[in-house]
């Protein structure tokens, strides 16, 4: 399932982002690739390690508990530091089809995952360059997925996906993967598709509404019942 979150941050952060990237330092996006996406990804990122993206991640990170649909849709255990890259016209940058490594680990903190879901928050306005589209398939096809600066797309890290030639101006995002509380896509889907249900009841009927009250019930049971913590 994809799930897309808009505006998770703000124009005015965006704006800031994008100018403390401008004047960081930028490296070859293959050191963080694996050996097959390794022969695919032609992208720079801000080295993972660095000050700067730290700084940067920590700021995303904080946005994301801020978000009760990304909270609801992801049910994250833990979140990897969120990385940064960039795609510009004039050097060909894309990243061909591959699937995202299982496992990940992060030296600096010590943090070890199983990437249950991958995420792309993106830092450009779709007008600010063509082509750079982050094609995800699944078993309803192919989706060409390109959002507003500030949104994100959330999708199951095991999918084969693609970010496409960018033809003009320059594409810049976060990603990052997290580890989910529920393992299974089905049951996470399930819980996310009940959440969105009653958080639509609660509008009409109120919070207090006998119902409302025993649907939040099933759900934080169903959570009981699959989450691993
Ligand atoms: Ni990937």
């Known amino acids: 399932m994809l799930i897309c979150v808009a505006d998770v941050l703000s124009k005015s952060d965006v704006a800031d982002f994008r100018r403390i990237m401008d004047a960081a330092d930028w490296e070859d996006g293959r050191s963080t690739a694996g050996a097959q996406s390794a022969l695919?990804?032609?992208?720079?990122?801000?080295?993972?390690?660095?000050?700067?993206?730290?700084?940067?991640?920590?700021?995303?990170?904080?946005?994301?508990?801020g978000s009760p649909r990304f909270i609801s849709a992801a049910i994250p255990l833990q979140i990897f530091p969120p990385l940064f890259n960039r795609y510009a016209a004039n050097d060909g940058h894309h990243f061909g089809i591959h699937v995202d490594n299982a496992v990940r680990g992060d030296h600096l903190t010590g943090l070890r995952i199983r990437t249950?879901?991958?995420?792309?928050?993106?830092?450009?306005?779709?007008?600010?360059?063509?082509?750079?589209?982050?094609?995800?398939?699944?078993?309803?096809?192919?989706?060409?997925?390109?959002l507003e600066a500030g949104s994100l797309v959330l999708y199951p890290a095991s999918s084969l996906h693609m970010v496409t030639p960018v033809t003009s101006g320059m594409r810049v995002a976060s990603f990052f993967w997290l580890q989910s509380m529920i393992r299974d896509a089905h049951a996470r889907s399930m819980i996310f598709d009940l959440d969105s249900a009653i958080q639509s009841l609660v509008e009409r009927l109120g919070r207090?509404?006998?119902?409302?009250?025993?649907?939040?019930?099933?759900?934080?049971?169903?959570?009981?019942?699959?989450?691993?913590?």
Do not use: C, M
Request: charged content about 30%; hydrophobic content about 35%.
């Open 40 to 65: 695919v990804k032609k992208n720079q990122q801000l080295p993972p390690d660095s000050d700067v993206s730290r700084a940067l991640g920590r700021r995303v990170l904080s946005a994301l508990t």
């Open 116 to 146: 249950d879901l991958s995420v792309t928050l993106f830092l450009s306005e779709p007008e600010e360059y063509d082509g750079g589209e982050l094609v995800i398939e699944d078993n309803y096809g192919s989706h060409d997925i390109k």
């Open 208 to 229: 207090d509404d006998p119902e409302t009250v025993k649907l939040t019930g099933i759900y934080h049971n169903l959570i009981r019942y699959w989450a691993d913590v």
